[in-house]
């Protein structure tokens, strides 16, 4: 007698801890260098946000749904890892448990938890708080070293983030005489600017993502379509006027965009499953963030344009379905 089980039928070492446990491997980096530029409020922040998803997640699972307790897949402590990652360092601890509680008990486990949640949940908790407290995600400390001193950090921005300061700057000057007023792009690369935990340094997130594509967690199709179509976009704006506008490099320095695009943008729940559909997922976040940041009201879009086309990842899905196995090529 023959056994027939549903699908997958393909079998390896891959499982959700391991890959999880991968990803939070890889945030490292991240993690060590933002508490190293805003000192033990940013490891106050990660253990927070990190206790806080673990916390009710077993709750609910607990108590709620009453079956398996699975906060030892390593999926709660990556979405608090990441909805740190995208919050102040000295944000209230009452509100980053707010946002805990929102990405977990509603953005995860009210759609029946992992993997049959639509939208990544420490983006719907980054942008509830967003919306719900606005004064506090939005007042950024300035960078100061773990062991004493503070960054180099331009007067003229006070705590605000290079995005948030070209926007306002806009209004009155060019964007040259802004750059002269901001950190350096060296500056941006390594960390000494304000921001949220995963902003400060590119080089640190690209080091954690470079650990993903190695380990195959991750593949290259959403990062290069999401950052590709960031630059270009912002390559043709910049030839057109570049007292108006940005150049491309700016753009992929500052702000969540390697954050986004390596670590949420690549979120195995809520991204397309074909290598096209991803980069039309990809292409997709890259063109909303640029128009959210050059024209929308906020100055950075990251988490918006992800969230925007996470909704579209079911059409998506449907329009570029990969080919079954054993299908027969249609007659020309």
Known sequence: MLTVSGSPHVHGDSSVKKIMYTVVFAMVPAMLVSVYFFGLDALRVLVISSLACLFFEWLIQKYLIKGPVTISDGSALVTGILLAFNVPSDLPAWILI?????????????????????????????????????????????????????????????????????????????????????????????????GS???????????????????????????????????????????????AYADPMFHLLTGGLILGAFFMATDMVSSPISPMGQIIFGIGCGVITILIRVWGAYPEGVSFAILIMNAFTPLINLGFKPKRFGEKLKAA
């Open 197 to 243: 935990l995963g902003e400060v340094s590119a080089v640190a997130l690209l080091l954690g993502a470079v650990y993903m594509l190695i380990k195959k967690v991750i593949s290259w199709h959403i990062p290069v379509a999401y950052i590709g179509s960031v630059l270009i976009f912002t390559g043709i704006l910049w030839l057109i006027d570049p007292n």
């Open 98 to 194: 707010v946002g805990a509680f929102i990405a977990i008990g509603m953005a995860k486990m009210s759609f029946g938890g992992l993997g049959k949640n639509p939208f990544n949940p420490a983006l719907v908790g980054r942008v509830f708080l967003l919306i719900s407290f606005p004064v506090q995600m939005t007042s950024w400390p300035e960078p100061r070293l773990l062991f004493g001193g503070t960054a180099s950090y331009p007067d003229a921005m006070g705590g605000a983030t290079p995005l948030a300061f070209l926007k306002e700057g806009l209004k009155n000057n060019s964007v040259p005489e802004l750059m002269e007023k901001m950190p350096d792009m060296m500056s941006n690369l390594i960390g000494f600017i304000g």
